[in-house]
T-cell receptor, first 114, second 110 residues
Framework: SAVISQKPSRDICQRGTSLTIQCQVDSQVTMMFWYRQQPGQSLTLIATANQGSEATYESGFVIDKFPISRPNLTFSTLTVSNMSPEDSSIYLC???????????FGEGSWLTVV | EDQVTQSPEALRLQEGESSSLNCSYTVSGLRGLFWYRQDPGKGPEFLFTLYSAGEEKEKERLKATLTKKESFLHITAPKPEDSATYLCAVQEGGGNKLTFGTGTQLKVEL
């Protein structure tokens, strides 16, 4: 299984600011994804981070709000821009497994916007 | 649109009391059905992927089964350390996106 490290693990952010979350994987992976888990709700896919091209965003998510970088096959960042209290969530990095159709998740980044 | 419904929302069991969690789904062309365990403050931990009706997979006290409309996660003789939220997700054919249910919060008591 892949080992996925996310930074920060937790942060309290001021309204109107932006925060960048990092995701580092211990092996090269083709697919990397970013999910959001709002309080009391399940996971929702924000976007697929594509290496060498722009991320592919799901309906309801836009690049200006959630810019994503994927400079190589082991690293990606998600920025949450101009934050409001509604952005308070867990943000999770996810990767496709190298053995069969397995998808692994990082420990998540818990953001609270005040 | 893909839909995933999990039941019950919460389940309380005594240690050793076996039970099943349900995940019903609607998807056009199932590529895979995933089960995860999520502990408080942590990311989802991968348990199983099922691909076709009739398939079963086991891991310790857990067994996952799949039909054309639903999946069950059977927990045999659970222990307190099995307490967690269990998430089900479906992946539609041709895509990589996982659509999650809202989970079943399991608590196993001594």
């Amino acid at each position: 299984s892949a080992v996925i490290s996310q930074k920060p693990s937790r942060d309290i952010c001021q309204r109107g600011t932006s925060l960048t979350i990092q995701c580092q994987v211990d092996s090269q992976v083709t697919m990397m994804f970013w999910y959001r888990q709002q309080p009391g709700q399940s996971l929702t896919l924000i976007a697929t981070a594509n290496q060498g091209s722009e991320a592919t965003y799901e309906s309801g998510f836009v690049i200006d709000k959630f810019p994503i970088s994927r400079p190589n096959l082991t690293f990606s960042t998600l920025t949450v821009s101009n934050m409001s209290p509604e952005d308070s969530s867990i943000y999770l990095c996810s990767v496709g497994g190298t053995q069969g159709n397995t998808i692994y998740f990082g420990e998540g980044s818990w953001l609270t916007v005040v | 649109e893909d839909q995933v419904t999990q039941s019950p929302e919460a389940l309380r069991l005594q240690e050793g009391e076996s039970s099943s969690l349900n995940c019903s789904y609607t998807v056009s062309g199932l590529r895979g059905l995933f089960w995860y365990r999520q502990d408080p403050g942590k990311g989802p931990e991968f348990l199983f992927t099922l691909y076709s009706a009739g398939e079963e997979k086991e891991k310790e006290r857990l067994k996952a089964t799949l039909t054309k409309k639903e999946s069950f996660l059977h927990i045999t003789a659970p222990k307190p350390e099995d307490s967690a939220t269990y998430l089900c997700a479906v992946q539609e054919g041709g895509g990589n996106k996982l659509t999650f249910g809202t989970g079943t919060q399991l608590k196993v008591e001594l």
